[in-house]
């Protein structure tokens, strides 16, 4: 079990300790480091700013939001770190939804798998560097011939020559679909609130994906990075009152009521009356309440909290389920060490 660190996206300000926290990862055995981004701070600078300090983890995006970004742009953003950092970049993309895509991005949401598989085609063709890039569209064309065009455009290949063709690319996914898709045309999946009810659904979905025609990957050489808090205490229920807020606004404020990712997967899990709750609660303006009504069972599915022995039995599960990474979050260097002591061996 690898373990990755989550610096997530920031909030007000720049997260005061994130660059002791890189270093320790980096000290004490991790094999990854993430970053985010939502509507604020973006994904790649932190990864190449922090990242500069350290000499063996990966610098990965978890996730870079397509619409935020032409595929090239992507592409190239990807390259640069890659090369700065001597090949040791993870690319991570994700779809985001539709209240960020069209209320920030001005972009259209619908047809997101179709967005993706060409998406992913193009950042391809650009880190093969074997031709000039095209795409016959319908989301990306290039050249684009469409309205106010000047008919000027032709195909390019990109200057800097890729240190690798073969970056990961891994994609945030919740739904049986985009999970699917991840397995076909990606190197590894970006899972959130990964529990093991969902195990074997989870599973299926992967191998449909690896079973399409033409599928990249197979099981075996296939990453399934999970999110995760990981905290060793002997007192959980202390904890899990600081993991309701987050899962209350995941399944209630972070997406449209009528359209919420996250929502979908917390009923999934057999939570359909709890985000019902919550979602009225938190649009109600009624936060502290919404918090409160994430019941324990909830918190302990998602979240690794307990004794040393707990964490890594739950750390243990994971893996028997497919899980290949924990990607954990950290509030500070003493806890990133903290867990790599406790996960060590798993």
């Known amino acids: 079990m690898k373990l990755g660190l989550q610096l997530g996206y920031w909030g007000a300000g720049m997260p005061a300790n994130a660059a002791e926290m890189v270093a ?35 610098l990965g995006t978890a996730v870079a939001q397509l619409s935020a970004r032409a595929p090239t742009a992507t592409a190239m953003a990807a390259l640069t770190l890659d090369h700065l950092s001597g090949g040791r970049a993870v690319l991570g993309l994700g779809v985001s939804g539709p209240q960020v895509v069209e209320g ?21 063709q650009v880190l093969a560097r074997e031709a000039p890039v095209t795409s016959a569209g319908p989301h990306y064309p290039l050249p684009y011939t469409g309205g106010g065009a000047d008919g000027l455009g032709k195909p390019l290949r990109p200057i800097t020559h890729p240190l690798r063709a073969d970056l990961p690319v891994w994609l945030g996914a919740e739904g049986p679909k985009n999970v699917a898709l991840a397995a076909e045309i990606a190197d590894g999946w970006l899972a959130v609130y990964f529990t093991d009810k969902l195990a074997d659904q989870y599973n299926s979905w992967l191998d449909e994906g690896f079973a399409r025609p033409g599928a990249r990957r197979s099981r075996a050489d296939f990453e399934v990075a999970a999110s995760v808090s990981v905290t060793v205490t002997d007192d959980p229920a202390a904890e899990y009152d600081k993991h309701r807020p987050v899962i209350a606004l995941y399944a209630g404020g972070m997406g449209a009521e009528q359209k919420n990712f996250h929502a979908d997967l917390f009923r999934r899990m057999g939570y359909a009356d709890v985000v019902d709750e919550v979602t009225r609660l938190f649009r109600e303006g009624r936060k502290a309440a919404a918090a409160a009504a994430v019941p324990d069972e909830l918190v302990a599915e998602t979240a690794m909290i307990g004794t040393a022995e707990q964490v890594r039995a739950h750390a243990r599960r994971w893996a028997d389920n497919g899980v290949t990474m924990l990607m954990v979050g950290c509030a500070d260097a003493a806890q990133v060490r903290a867990v790599a002591a406790v996960l060590a061996d798993n």
Request: avoid cysteine; charged fraction near 20%; glycine fraction near 8%.
């Open 24 to 58: 320790a990862a980096d000290e004490a055995g991790f094999d990854a480091v993430f970053a985010a981004e939502s509507w604020g701070s973006d994904v790649f600078t932190p990864l190449a700013w922090w990242g500069s300090a350290t000499t063996r983890v990966r």
């Open 104 to 124: 920030w991005y001005g972009a259209p949401f619908g047809k997101p798998l179709a967005r993706t598989r060409e998406y992913v085609s193009i950042i391809r």
